[in-house]
């Protein structure tokens, strides 16, 4: 190898280094969101990889620049909750330990729906929700907005303005707090349950040796700007090269999943493992493949409403 090629070879495998958010070079942030300062009922903590999600902390340099969509980790101790709020855009929370409720309010009237790991709620553009830890351990769930940038939260019922029990309702009358029913025909719980996706429920597409689960796009939760599926990737497991006209990122939940960059004659791979995250930039042409001894699963969350899009094509 010559010390050109040497030396493209090098600033390529850097490029490629810039774009993946290590787990283990993380830390939580306890003071991620302001309006809950001063208020410990509402404390948690933020993992910021792609952008700052619902954090002002855009200038974080830990963290990868967004592009339609953000991607955190949020931890929420036992007994904690976030104020009820909206956003312009749409956001979504993918449970990944212990039990989350959340809740839609529909002005004084609230549903609340309690979601397992693997479970997921995408909250609409301009709709009341918070979450709430019922259970007897801690919360951890990643969340992605459907912008780089979004506008700080708007709180339609925070404590600091509000009866702390109604708060904590997420504003909800007394009496008003309703369960979600997802064989209901009330209008408000089929559009609660239009958004919700449960793990169990999912079926999986079967391409290229892998399943794909649609968690928003496709048979998922409507999209808003961007897509994710679940990714089921057998050891052996391994795919051709793809590009797409949009940004891509693999988030990876469980097992090890090696990723791959080709440019001009070029190829360079990294080893992700659970909750290390790669930003594959729109047009690069990128693979993954599974050369671990357990099987893998990642979400790969795509800047485009369409979830299929690409087609994988076994390597």
Request: proline share 7%; charged share 20%.
């Amino acid at each position: 190898m010559s010390e050109l090629t040497q030396t493209k070879q090098l600033d390529f495998t850097g490029e490629m280094r810039s774009f993946i958010g290590r787990h283990t070079d993380k830390s939580f942030d306890w003071d991620a969101f302001p309006g809950s300062r001063g208020f410990p009922e509402l404390e948690r903590a933020q993992m910021r990889y792609i952008g700052a999600g619902g954090s002002p902390k855009a200038d974080d340099p830990g963290t990868l620049k967004p592009g339609q969509f953000t991607l955190s980790l949020v931890h929420q101790p036992v007994g904690k909750y976030a104020a009820c709020h909206s956003h312009e855009v749409v956001e979504h929370f993918l449970v990944l330990q212990g039990v989350l409720t959340v809740g839609w309010a529909w002005g004084d009237e609230v549903i609340e729906a309690r979601l397992g790991p693997n479970d997921m709620v995408l909250n609409k553009a301009g709709r009341p929700h918070g979450f709430r830890n019922d259970g007897v351990e801690p919360v951890l769930m990643s969340i992605s907005v459907g912008t780089g940038a979004p506008k700080p939260p708007v709180y339609v019922c925070h404590p600091r303005d509000s009866d702390p029990q109604t708060a904590r309702r997420f504003g909800a009358a007394p009496g008003k707090t309703r369960v979600f029913d997802v064989t209901s025909r009330d209008p408000h719980q089929q559009e609660f349950a239009r958004h919700i996706v449960r793990s169990a429920a999912q079926r999986p597409v079967w391409n290229a040796g892998l399943a794909r689960l649609s968690y928003i796009g496709g048979d998922g939760a409507p999209p808003g700007g961007y897509s994710m599926e679940m990714i089921h990737l057998p050891k052996g497991v391994a795919v051709c090269g793809y590009t797409r006209p949009a940004e891509d990122a693999y988030f990876v939940l469980e097992g090890c999943v090696t990723v791959g960059w080709e440019e001009s004659g070029h190829r360079v791979e990294e080893r992700l493992g659970p909750k290390d995250v790669i930003w594959n930039p729109a047009g690069r042409m990128h693979y993954f493949r599974n050369d671990g001894v357990a099987d893998a699963q990642f979400l790969l969350l795509a800047g485009t409403s369409n979830v299929a899009d690409v087609r994988f094509q076994a390597a």
